[in-house]
């Protein structure tokens, strides 16, 4: 399969791919092909679906307090359907385990998304 | 709502209360109150189930590296009748986004439980 | 009592609000409701003064290397009157115990909130 | 100043010195010796006293998850004559900021060291 | 390439497999396959010597105080032939990045594994 | 040896100083000779190359997430000669121990220090 067709592959799975993961194609070749691989064995619908992966990687982002990661999660998930209201439930289980900040970081990202796009 | 009427719920909706949680009705009573009050909120059924609210805990909780509240989420999260297969795909994103050892701690854990239980 | 009583409370123990915290009145009345109430708890006076309290905060936001948190808590610190000799023996316990740029991002709060303020 | 001296003073400053600390003075006198005058700079009576000193590095330990850290900050602490409602004002601050899990690994410490000294 | 083959270049790369790496070919084969991909990847001399690879690893895994990881990759590096004072100088980069404790727990693990083999 | 003597010493050890590390000089002495001392000891040539251990704290940085200090340690690891591959590899021992966001963090600091400078 060539790499643009994994590529796409991938956009359906996680609705948005961040550009430095387009970069790495000429910048790190090597690693580009095994996170490209990587990545679509772990987004793929199996036992849980893409949308609940898409919740639970906001979550974990949230809770290491990695705001950028929750952003490009989030926009991600919102090109996949995933509403205000699973995002919302998911970052209250960062909350109880990672601290306020956790939960904040995640409503601040939900709005910028929701004005950007 | 009695408190003991307020705990069975939370047992209802995380599958397992820890020690310390009890304990802390002794030890901290205004804490207590409160945090039986919002594990009340945050764990019902929602937009989410508490299913899929257990399997986030699980991912949360790996790649936070925490490897006791990784044990604690999936004996509850076993007794809800989360499998398997669920947990894996969680801590996969984990893996992703927060590293092997978060991944390596999750699959420690259902082990662990699966023994013990 | 009112939320608006109570958030005036939570004002005069933590010295400023966050936009974020207000914003959450719409965003999630829920979360918004058990945070106001989880707030008044944490910040009252008690066995430690709600000074003491804003200095552990700041040392444990700059810890978790949280900026966003660190200005918060040291914009909040300044008008409840703690003074830079304080929160400087605090962020060394940070420095200690995190690391130095821990410390540092403490610093840089301090003088990024003199100059707004 | 003699070492011994210096190891004196830092006890009196932090009420327990960690086997691992003067293991060091063997297996790595260079960074000993820094340790030493960097323990003694940090942990003294200043604008905060070393009881307070030593109820945030109890917050911060538990705030990163340190459970290690928070039981070596705690009997310490104990030495010094910091009571237990001082510390667990300091864990509610650790529990906003950092999760429950931090709170609850405060609280086990205590009980813990209670227990063995 | 059979999975054996494969697993032996990895052991000659890292020094020492963990348990739960092997067991994880039973337990999530697809996780296990990409996992020995990785692996291979990753620990190769390159612009890096393995050895330089695995006092990065000891260093990373002590900055996130993930006292686990620090022991396997200690392990895996004194087959390899890392010597103390190349690790003790790894160390003092995450007592500086990441606090004292990071630099401790390094110390406690080249203990340890010394004592263990 | 004056201070400025000693400050030079570091530059040639890291191959940059951080704007906020000379400003301490007037915010906080004590803390500034302390930390003037502790960097001239960490980084020196010794078991491993100030050249190894820059790579490493590149590869620390990015594994706490801790995009600041990347790309302070990126811009100092280039004076010095480190060259982008070192640096990839370095990142990849990140990805491995905390995921894929680290790795790209690292990524993204090397492409803005290689543009600004």
Known sequence: MTDDKKL???EAKIGKIPQIFKDLKDLSPEMYEMLVDLDNMIWADGALSRKVKKIIAIA???ALRDTHAVKEQTAG?????VTDEEIEEGLRVSFLLAGMPSYMYGKIAVKDVMKRE
């Open 60 to 62: 974990v982002a949230a």
């Open 8 to 10: 796409k592959e991938i």
């Open 77 to 81: 998930a919102k090109k996949l359907g």
